[in-house]
């Protein structure tokens, strides 16, 4: 029968690669017991198959014969497609099974057509019991126990029909929930878009998220920033220091924290150590810089997992103070503080903003940009932390264009569209007035920020007069000037 020897001599190939695909088992055999032709090497070889089958030629015909009874099922139903796939570990289970209950697999697929005969009764009689041997010899090539192979062909046809009859089901239910949602979304927001979406319930598995405390948190942080407000008038009590000399200290420590490669935390809290010292104490010009070097050295230390050395900060200032002076002027300015760090960062407000926004990265990119100029703009001292992150993320989502600040955003913001309106009136201002903190520019023009900067200055240029008049851009130059 060339079907069941083409199946044997496949796995005396995948098993032994020394033996030639032509030879077959039963002229391998042969040779093992008359020893002709034997190297030293092929004795293990035989050895191993003369132990499996220890009887006589005859006997070996009739294990082939009882071989072949699958494989005749296999022509008759035309499945012979199957007979390529087994491997060289298929092969030995099936020799294994084929030699001790080489009949007891019929009866196993007698029982799953018994089972599978009481749904299909309608069903032709001889058509199913031709047919299942084949599929029952499929199943016994998977490397699996006989305890597996018999769950397997009584349950997968079943799971297989559940299946089918589930999935319009499953389609159904989620189209009407979808249905019921909309429903109930659509005459919310045809109202006065009240529709709020609670976008915390997503992250209660995450513990990470803190998603059941979340809302207290950020009640908190609210009012924390009040406290940690810097005076927005204090260069009036300052007498060698101006607007201009605090946006040129800024914008090199801007150039510091990127060559530091500091998280965007330190540098907002850097700045607001700065603010608040500066309202508290009077500091010389000279002094300025040791100030802004103080301030970076602390946030550093504060947010940043391994914060630079005392020398990096005195280097980047070229050996103008040295490392006792920098380390003087921080127990300095801490015991000014009171050693108050609880400082309310915008960032955690424009993620919180962001997950509103689906945590889309250009939006989020350009507010990063939008945001950091309220460190150098000194009117933005007036306004909390989470309004200037409210406005960044409305004028980057007006700039991209993702569409109208719906309740959702509004929700989470904590600020409405006319709240926000004043904040971004002084962004668009700054914006589309020529460049005068390079650091800053260059910082925001590169590939990793996406060229925030070069993109929103050409977007100032098109469409600043939508949102500022003239007189408020000649107040704005009359005090960037003083």
Known sequence: MPPARG??????????????????????????LSGADAGATKK???????????????????????????????TENGETKDVKKPTAKASASTKATTQTSGVQKITRTNSSRTALGSKDQNAKKPAPETKRPGSGVKRSSSQKSIVAETLQEEEPPRKRVDLQKAAPVKSSTSTSQKQEQESVAEPEDEEGHDYVMNLDEEDLDDPLMAA??????FDYLRQLELETMPNPDYIEHQPDLEWKMRGILVDWLIEVHTNFRLLPETLFLAVNIIDRFLSAEVVALDRLQLVGVTAMFIASKYEEVLSPHVVNFSRVADDTFSEKEILDAERHVLATLEYNMSYPNPMNFLRRISKADNYDIETRTLGKYLMEISL?????MCYAQSHVAAAAMYLAR???????????????????????????????????RPVCHEAFFRKYSSKKFLKASILIRHWAKKYHHLYIDSRVASHSHKDNDL
């Open 44 to 74: 293990p070889l035989q050895t191993k198959k003369a132990a499996s089958n220890i009887s006589t030629a005859g006997t070996h015909r009739k294990r082939a014969a009882l071989g072949d009874v699958s494989n005749v099922t296999k």
């Open 212 to 217: 059941e405390y979340v809302v207290e948190i």
């Open 7 to 32: 199946v044997r001599s496949r796995g005396v190939t995948n098993e032994n690669d020394e033996n030639g695909p032509t030879t077959r088992l039963t002229r391998a055999k042969a040779a093992a």
């Open 398 to 432: 007006v700039i991209l264009g993702r569409g109208p600040w719906d309740a959702t955003l509004a929700h989470y913001a904590g600020y409405t569209e006319e709240d926000i309106l004043p904040v971004v009136t002084l962004m668009v201002d700054y914006l589309h």
């Open 376 to 380: 150098l703009d000194h009117r933005f």
